[in-house]
């Protein structure tokens, strides 16, 4: 630029004025919870004028996913309590997500970790633990879920005193997670005007803490669960409770009903959801956005919010996204 030249400035128009900046002074860690709540404006075109759908977009967690939520307060309590001392090795069974977050909360505070996961987990998701350092332990893929708890709990059985158990599925901490954030965090981003939850069924903890706590601010807020129409499914992270070892943590009567659904209608919302608005969603997300418009068909008035769990980045190399 020569000197004395006038630069062509452009208008200051400030296109994010929702933006804001934090500054993370300890560690990646502050960066959990506080997800943006995106509002559905393309594929709802066809919905009532006074039917809403807000999405909470759980992929801006640092690990990639909702169970970041979990898996942090999972651990602080441990460590609150005195469970988990920097000799012990933190180990779960895991579908990958939460095993990500594991990994990512163990890798910052400096512990071991070991997860007992399905061979079948995707390629993404293996990869990305052993970056964050952590062990993998396969098992069955036939077995599901299941099998990889089974496993957990024999090499526990063996040796006590070598494991810090998160135990996901059981332990009070994980729904207490979304009790204490995720469903605060909802109440404040709809100004209190939610009338509708929907969220997919894993070990239960988004949906139970996120309702409990959603109902506490007002009972009338109706809470939906969703799960997978039958026990073989594609929906990654989703539980079909009838033939599945149920978490102790499910409240099998918070939910004022029980949805579910097809694999191939998750798949065909995440299509939609990537075409249409935007967002480049995971399966479970899928399955809850499936359910929402469903319901929102059959409403005149109502705001409801789901849950979009991860993104579709975790499952690049399985055999939907590669259109095979
Ligand atoms: C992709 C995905 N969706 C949904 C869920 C369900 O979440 P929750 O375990 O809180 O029920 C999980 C849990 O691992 C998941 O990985």
């Known amino acids: 630029m020569t000197v004395g030249t006038e630069i062509n400035k452009p208008e200051a128009i400030n296109h994010r004025p929702h933006c804001r900046l934090p500054v ?17 404006n393309n594929i709802t075109k066809e919905l009532p004028d006074g039917v809403e759908i807000y999405a909470k977009a759980e ?47 163990g890798a910052v505070k400096g512990y071991r970790v070991a997860l007992v ?65 995720t469903g605060v965090e909802i109440w404040e981003q709809t100004g209190g005007n939610i009338t509708h939850f929907i ?11 996120t309702s409990r706590r959603l109902k506490e601010f007002n009972s009338d807020v109706k809470v939906f669960s969703v799960e997978p129409a039958s026990d073989f499914h594609g929906l990654e992270g989703m539980k079909h409770m009838e033939s599945s070892i149920v978490p102790g943590i499910y409240d099998y009567y918070l939910a004022d009903s029980k949805c579910s659904v097809e694999t191939e209608d998750a798949l065909e919302m995440v299509k939609l959801l990537a075409s249409k608005e935007g967002l480049f969603v995971g399966y479970s997300a899928g399955a809850a956005m499936k359910t929402a418009m469903d319901m929102a068909r059959g409403m005149e008035h109502g705001l409801i919010v789901t849950i979009f769990p991860d993104s579709g980045d975790r499952y690049l190399s399985t055999s939907f996204m590669l259109g095979k």
């Not at 460590?79 to 909360?105: P, Q």
């Not at 036939?142 to 810090?164: H, M, Q, T």
């Open 199 to 209: 969220a997919g069924l894993g070990t239960s903890g988004t949906f139970v803490g």
């Open 24 to 40: 993370f002074n300890k560690s990646i860690l502050e960066g959990i919870g506080c997800t943006p709540l995106i509002r559905l």
């Open 59 to 105: 992929w801006f967690n640092p690990g990639g996913s909702v169970k970041d939520r979990a898996a942090l307060n999972i651990i602080e309590d441990a460590e609150r309590s005195g469970k988990l001392t920097k000799d012990k090795v933190i180990i779960d069974s895991t579908s990958g997500n939460t095993g990500i977050a594991y990994a990512l909360v």
């Open 117 to 181: 996961m399905p061979e079948n987990v995707s390629e993404e998701r293996k990869a990305i633990v052993s970056f964050f350092g952590s062990e993998i332990i396969y098992t069955d893929p036939l077995l599901g879920s299941d099998g990889a708890i089974i496993e957990v709990r024999k090499r526990i059985e063996n040796e006590p005193d070598k494991y810090f158990y998160g135990d996901q599925y059981n332990n009070d901490a994980n729904w207490q997670a979304h009790y204490n954030n």
